[in-house]
């Protein structure tokens, strides 16, 4: 059985927010295979990061695969913005919105790739039924809203449920973790099904960021 490729999108909320031009760059000279763009409301999640303009100006800077995360209630209303300013794909949380297929089936309208969120305190079995309507399952090994956060080792047995259902469902729909991820719980996550990893803390702690980005694909 031939291994399946992983993909790392740093997670750009760990960068200098005030080099973000310069940190997508670095990225793109690093190896990423994207960038991961984590958007929060301070409502949905108790954080405030960043909007639409920011996304423009690192869509300026690389030709990186930009993955948003929206963190954010009524992400249906924000789709086309985030479109607008160069989204490649676009992630939203099921909690965050009663209107969970009308917004994939917007986002893939759009033209661009969609992706669903969930929590990590989420029951699995509100999964299984949006596989077929997602380019991407976005399983959060932590809590969503803040950096830094420690690895929830529970999410692991989610990521094998998940991948047993995508196989089930004869999906390609690709599993992504978010939090806490270096190499040990990347690899933990990538035998449990996962093929995304996103990783901030880590990365941006890496003396090398290009070698850092290949230890979690080993």
Known sequence: MQKPKIQVFPSILSADFG???EEAHRLELAGADGIHIDIMDGHFVPNLTLGPKAVAAIRKSTHLFLDIHLMIYNPFDYVEAFVREGADRITFHFEATEDVEDTLEFIHKCGKQAGLAFRP??????????ISSCDLLLLMTVNPGFGGQAFMPDVL????????AIRRQKSGCVIQVDGGINPDTGKQCVEA???VLVS???LYHQKDLKQGIASLRV
């Open 200 to 202: 901030g803390n880590y």
């Open 157 to 164: 047995e989610k990521i094998r449920l998940a991948q047993e």
């Open 193 to 195: 099904g996962a093929t």
């Open 121 to 130: 305190e989420t029951s699995f079995s509100m999964v299984p039924k949006f």
């Open 19 to 21: 080099r973000l031009s």
